[in-house]
C-alpha cells in the first residue's frame, strides 16, 4: 500500500516491492542502492531543473559510448569508483604486486610477440627497454607468465584514439620462460588527458580538476594457478602522480625511467640512442580460492 | 596526495580534488553524491562482474533513449527517486491539488481545444466527459487558467508508443474562463504497463515486479500568478492503485469514472452511450516566491 508516498516513506515503499524478488543478492544491492540513493536525494534537495540535469547526464554519458569509448567507465574512474570497486576486491596482506584500474583502452588480442620484440609499430617516441620478472611470494620465478602490455605513444595517445598510428601500436602479448623474465623494446610514454569531450571532460572542467593521467605502461600478468593482476607501471617524476584523474596511482608502482646515452648499449639492446630503462617485477600470489575474472574479460 | 588510495581514504581522496571548484552548490552535492556512492560500494562489495554489470546497465539505459523515449526518467521514476524530487519539491501545509509524477509521455504543443470539445482523435474506447474546476484556496474559481492533459487509449497506449494513432490523439490544452470550469470529451484510460523491453523493465522482472501503472489522465495546470501542478487523475477501483509501478499515486488523486447508461444524456453531451463522467476540481496556490519551471519545461 503506497498510496502515499512522501519523504518519510520512500525509502520503504520502494524496498517493499520487492519481496517476490528471487535473488538473494540482487534484493541485498537493491536495499544499499534505494537507500542511499534516496538519502542522497533528501540531503541535496534537488530542484526539478537540477534532477532533469542529472538525468540528461546520464542519458548523454550512455550515448557518447560505443565499440571504443566507454564513457561510464570513465565516470566510475574518475569518481574513484573503480579503484574503490578494485580495492575491495584485492583484499590482502602480502607481497604481491598491487593492482590498479584496467582504464578503457585495454584491447583483447593483442599480437603474441618474443622476448625483446618491439611493441612500437611506427617507431616514434624516445626508445625504452621494459623488463623485469614474474614472481611467486617466495621470489621464485613463474614460467609461462602471460604479460599483456598497452601504453599511449610518445604524445599521449592510445592507438584506438588515433587515426595516426598503426592498428595495435604498442601493445603486446608475452609468455615467460623458466627464469620468469620479461623483457621487450617499446617506446616512454607519455602523461595524458583522459578523453575530455564528453560528459565526464564537462564535470571535470566545473570541478576544477584536470583531467590528465600521469604516464604508465599498462599490464595484465597471468600466470596458471596464480591470481592474475591488472595494474600499471608509472614513470617516476611525472607532474601528475599526486593527482591522477583517476586515482590509480600506487606509490609501489612507481619506478625511475633511467635515461642511458650509450650508443654501443644502444646498439646492443637493438634501440636508437639515448634511449630509456625501466625495471619492475611483478609478484603474483598463488589463486587459493576461485577467483573473479580479470575486469579485461568484461571489456 | 592520493598515492595510497585505499577504502579507508577513498571518499576523502576523491573529495580533495575539488579544492578548485568555485560552484559552490556544486562542491555540495558532489560530497553528497560521492559520499554516498562510495558507502555503497563499500556496503555491497560488488565483484568486477557486479561493477561491470552496472556499467553496462547504465550504459544500455543511456543508448535506448531517443526523441520519444527517456529510460533513465523511467529508472528514476521505478526508483521512487522522481516522486521523492517531486515531494520535496512541494512540501506545502494548504489544500492545494497534490502533484504527482511528469512520466515520460508529455509532448509540448498539444492542440489548443475550446471547452466541451473532445481530444479523441479516432474515437476509440467508452466515452467519457470529464469535468471540474480551478480554483484558488479559498475556493474561488481562476479565470485563464491552462489545462494541458494527455492520457492513454483505452487498451493502454500513448500515442507517441503506438502507430495505429493519430499523432496528437487523447491530447489537449484548454483554457478556463470566469467560471473557472474545464470540461472536456474524451476515452476512459486503462492500466498499462511502462515500456518493458529495455534496462528497466529487466530489471522490474529480475525484482519480481509488475511494469503496470494504474489507469489515469495527467494534468498539467498552471496560471498567471500561481504555482502550476503537475499531476494525474486516477480512475477508483483500479487494480494497480496499491501498486503503482512508478509510486505515482495518492489518494487525494483518486476519483470515480461514474459509468452511466442514458441515451439522453449521452446525446446532450456528444457522446456514445453508454458513457463514463469524472469530475475533479484542481486548487492552486498563489506563487508567493519565485518557482522552479515545471519538469515539463525540459522534456
Chains 1, 2 share one sequence.
Not at 580538476?209 to 594457478?225: D, K, N, Q, T
Request: charge should be negative; include cysteine.
Amino acid at each position: 500500500m503506497t498510496r502515499d508516498f512522501n519523504e518519510l516513506t520512500s525509502t520503504a515503499a520502494v524496498l517493499e516491492r520487492n519481496v517476490n524478488c528471487r535473488d538473494v543478492r540482487l534484493r541485498e544491492i537493491m536495499i544499499s542502492l534505494v537507500t542511499h540513493l534516496h538519502a542522497m536525494i533528501k540531503e541535496v534537495e534537488p530542484t526539478f531543473e537540477e534532477w532533469a540535469f542529472a538525468i540528461d547526464f546520464l542519458t548523454r554519458t550512455g550515448q557518447i559510448c560505443d565499440d571504443k569509448r566507454q564513457e561510464f567507465i570513465l565516470l566510475s574512474d574518475t569518481l574513484g569508483v573503480s579503484m574503490l570497486v578494485d580495492a575491495i576486491n584485492h583484499r590482502r596482506n602480502s607481497a604481491a604486486t598491487e593492482s590498479t584500474v584496467l582504464g578503457p583502452f585495454h584491447v583483447s588480442g593483442a599480437p603474441h610477440l618474443q622476448m625483446g620484440d618491439s611493441i612500437t609499430r611506427d617507431g616514434k617516441g624516445e626508445p625504452l627497454y621494459m623488463s623485469g620478472r614474474v614472481l611467486n611470494e617466495s621470489g621464485a620465478p613463474i614460467a609461462g607468465a602471460l604479460l599483456d602490455v598497452w601504453q599511449t605513444s610518445w604524445d599521449g595517445f592510445y592507438d584506438v584514439q588515433d587515426d595516426r598510428q598503426p592498428e595495435m601500436n604498442l601493445r603486446g602479448q608475452f609468455v615467460t620462460g623458466n627464469d620468469g623474465r620479461y623483457f621487450f623494446r617499446s617506446v616512454k610514454p607519455a602523461s595524458y588527458p583522459i578523453p575530455s569531450d564528453g560528459t565526464v571532460g564537462t564535470m571535470l572542467t566545473a570541478l576544477g580538476r584536470h583531467p590528465m593521467r600521469p604516464a604508465h605502461v599498462h599490464f595484465i600478468v597471468s600466470a596458471p594457478g596464480y591470481q592474475s593482476v591488472t595494474t600499471h607501471v608509472f614513470v617516476d617524476g611525472d607532474p601528475y602522480l599526486d593527482s591522477d584523474a583517476v586515482f590509480g596511482v600506487k606509490e609501489s608502482l612507481i619506478v625511475p625511467f633511467v635515461r642511458h646515452d650509450d650508443s654501443a648499449a644502444a646498439e646492443r639492446l637493438g634501440l636508437g640512442n639515448p634511449f630509456f630503462t625501466a625495471e619492475y617485477d611483478f609478484v603474483l600470489v598463488q589463486a587459493t580460492v576461485p577467483q573473479p575474472a580479470p575486469f579485461a574479460a568484461k571489456a
